[in-house]
């Protein structure tokens, strides 16, 4: 994946150390990137990085934003600092996944206070404003934007943020 993907731009949680598992346990082809989103593993006692269409509701729990790169190998684990969410309050910022999408600022109002996901389906992540609103599934709330620099700002719904992983919205 790539580095500085997804950046914190306001009320940033605590910075904690996480476990990560070996690449080989886990099926992870590289080490976790600063700016990478990451989600419990393996009955939460590792992270990974999120995948396309992460976070839902429901089905992920989003702990936060890697600050540095992680250390483990493919045969040993490692560890990881993540800078934690604060659900409503922490702003992310990233780039839209088709920037032809918010390069007005009616197109960029037509999209404020949806609800979307990641989208990682081009090896970077970003905010995936294609997909439409849906607030009992998906997990980012566009609260912003920059038409010229092509990015989002988004809020995280405080349940994938507190783990409601299995439970329904409906």
């Keep these: ?11 940033p949680g605590t910075a904690y150390k996480y476990n990560v598992s070996d690449r080989t346990t886990s099926s992870a082809s590289a080490t976790i990137k600063a700016g990478e989103p990451v989600k419990p593993y393996s009955s939460n006692e590792f992270v990974v990085i999120m995948e396309d269409g992460d976070p839902e509701i ?15 190998t493919s ?5 990881v600092e993540i800078v934690t969410i604060i659900p409503m309050s922490t702003v ?16 960029l109002l037509g999209l ?5 996901t990641f989208d990682v389906s081009t090896g ?35 349940l994938v943020v507190a783990s409601l992983v299995g439970q329904s919205m409906d």
């Design 1 to 11: 994946m790539s580095f500085d993907d997804v950046k914190i731009v306001k009320n």
């Design 58 to 72: 429901s089905t992920d729990q989003f702990i936060g934003v890697a600050k540095k790169e992680s250390t483990e």
């Design 75 to 79: 045969t040993v684990d490692g560890t």
């Design 92 to 107: 992310l910022r990233a780039k839209a996944t088709t920037a032809a999408n918010i390069d007005t600022a009616s197109e």
């Design 112 to 116: 404020l206070n949806d609800w979307v």
């Design 124 to 158: 970077v992540f970003t905010i995936d404003e294609n997909e439409g609103t849906d607030p009992n599934v998906h997990g980012l709330q566009i609260i912003g934007g920059d038409t010229t620099d092509k990015t989002l700002d988004v809020f995280v719904h405080p």
